[in-house]
């Protein structure tokens, strides 16, 4: 992703909406959320629920939304590891199928790709 945001690849707003949503998710389901936003929390729960919003998956995209708010509007606001710990409660609990969505956006990704090179 560095590469593609130097400008030495070219990389599309969709293949970056789901290189963002990946690694968010990974980072949330796999616990290490709150190393991932110590730097600039806010900006990265931004481009995380733009990135979900994208792919259509939108009740994770309100729980970044609820958390970013409540970082922004709280005073004082609350300490992140505690945002963070109920964003991944709230997305642990969530019904909706991330794991697929991610997979099929890519999939669809990847077959647009196909057929524009042909």
């Known amino acids: 992703m560095t590469t593609a ?6 990389i599309s707003r969709s293949e970056k909406a789901l290189f963002t949503a990946c690694e968010f998710w990974a980072s949330a389901r796999n616990c290490s959320l709150l190393g991932q936003l110590a730097d600039d929390a806010l900006t990265q729960l931004r481009a995380a629920e733009a990135s979900f919003t994208v792919i259509g998956l939108t009740q994770v995209a309100s729980v ?55």
């Not at 945001?5 to 070219?10: E, H, I, K, N, P």
């Not at 708010?69 to 609990?93: G, H, Q, S, W």
């Open 5 to 10: 945001t130097t400008g030495s690849a070219r």
């Open 64 to 118: 970044l939304r609820r958390a970013r708010a409540e970082l922004m509007e709280t005073d004082p606001p609350p300490l992140l590891r505690d945002v963070v710990e109920n964003i991944e409660k709230c997305l642990a609990d969530s019904g909706e199928p991330v794991d697929q969505a991610l997979a099929d956006f890519a999939s669809e990704l990847a077959l647009s790709r196909l057929s524009t090179r042909t």
